[in-house]
């Protein structure tokens, strides 16, 4: 009985070391530095694409949110300042405008944002110089810009700003899963870093927006922004 016990205690001795020695045991690097992130472009060019399918909405619109609810983008077309959007009232398809070239775009809604820079303001919104906000910026093919003139609030900022209703078509947006990328039109857009990058990559043309700060990356003959724009995260 006791030679027994003996056996039973030595392979139950055993299997406790086998299993201690399998374990692997794992300690963090004090020392690690995680590599930067890619830049905006190089994000969009590297990055494999995920099926448009589940974010269009059939009519050549391409919309998402990110996952955080900060910023709404569609890969979808302008003509002339009239930029084709499910969620926001425009007049794309109004007949007076079917004379103005097509254009594919991306745009992007911010619920908090930074204020766009004086040297960034593209319009004198009708020769006021007032009323050029941020919170959204558009692509085109060969430009990217940050703010627009407006009165009010978008309704991304609606929605999911400060004080924001949380319902309506743009919180009905599929997610975009951080470090995933879209293509519509020849344009791409990828959510990474906190924000949302979009861009053509071809021209090396796009931009980079989050609720801190904002990018705009221009082609060869231009240079890019020198550094993000550092801003307060309310209008």
């Known amino acids: 009985m006791g030679r ?17 020695t399998a374990c692997t045991i794992t300690t963090q ?9 890619l830049r905006p472009l190089e994000q969009l060019e590297q990055t494999p694409l995920v099926d448009a399918k589940g974010f269009s909405n059939g009519e050549g619109v391409v919309s998402f949110i990110t996952a ?3 910023v709404a983008c569609s890969l979808t077309a302008a003509r002339g300042e009239h930029v084709n ?9 109004d007949s007076a405008n079917n004379k103005l070239a097509t254009v594919p775009v991306a745009h992007c809604e911010l619920a908090r944002y930074p204020k766009p820079k004086a040297e960034d303001a593209k319009d004198d919104c009708a020769g006021t110089n007032l009323g050029y906000l941020g919170g959204v910026a558009l692509l085109t093919p060969d430009s990217a810009r ?24 743009i919180s009905e947006l599929q997610v975009l899963g951080e470090g995933q990328n879209l293509e519509g039109n020849g344009l791409r ?15 090396g043309v796009g931009f980079f927006v989050s609720p801190e700060h904002y990018e705009l990356i221009f082609g060869p003959a231009e240079s890019a922004s020198p550094a ?8």
């Open 85 to 93: 959007l499910p969620y926001e009232q425009n007049n794309f398809s």
């Open 29 to 37: 690097d004090p020392g690690y530095v995680p590599p930067p992130p």
């Open 189 to 203: 857009c990828s959510a990474y870093n906190g924000g949302v990058a979009c861009g053509n990559v071809s021209a």
């Open 146 to 169: 940050y703010g627009e003139c407006r009165s009010g609030v978008t309704q991304m900022e609606a929605t999911y700003g400060p004080g924001g209703s949380k319902t309506g078509d």
């Open 68 to 70: 955080d609810r900060t």
């Open 4 to 20: 027994m016990r003996r056996t039973v205690l030595g392979i139950f001795a055993a299997l406790i070391l086998a299993a201690a």
């Open 228 to 235: 993000p724009v550092e801003g307060s995260k309310t209008p």
